[in-house]
């Protein structure tokens, strides 16, 4: 059982920048691949970055690519979202989640992290 916690959401305004946070409870934290996932109100939950267990593979969706980067920190249990130039429409409760490489589909999710992008 993975339990996960983010942290680091809030308020900011748009071209502005916040550090989202995960923590894992798992003793087995590098073999798992993690992920950024995102539902805005009426919208259906969406992908945002992924990371494979090595920490060197990594992968974003068309929307965040070049302003959000995710990183991992196998000695802490941690998986980091750093979100840069931030805009209104990447308001969204933002949510981590593990699952093994063989998946189908994310396996263990946090509660989520509210990021609120005025304009």
């Known amino acids: 059982q993975v339990q996960l916690a983010e942290s680091g959401g809030g308020l900011v305004q748009a071209g502005g920048s916040l550090r989202l946070s995960c923590a894992a409870s798992?003793?087995?934290?590098?073999?798992?691949?993690m992920g950024w996932l995102r539902q805005a109100p009426g919208k259906e939950r969406e992908f945002v970055a992924g990371?494979?267990?090595?920490?060197?593979?990594?992968y974003y969706s068309d929307a965040v690519k070049g302003r959000f980067t995710i990183s991992k920190d196998n000695a802490k249990n941690t998986v980091d979202l750093q979100m840069n130039s931030l805009k209104p429409e990447d308001t969204a409760v933002y949510y981590c989640?593990?699952?093994?490489?063989?998946?189908?589909?994310?396996?263990?999710w946090g509660r989520g992290t509210q990021v609120t992008v005025s304009s």
């Open positions: 989640a593990a699952r093994f490489g063989s998946d189908s589909s994310w396996r263990y």
């Open positions: 798992v003793r087995t934290f590098d073999m798992y691949v």
């Open positions: 990371l494979r267990p090595s920490g060197y593979n990594t």
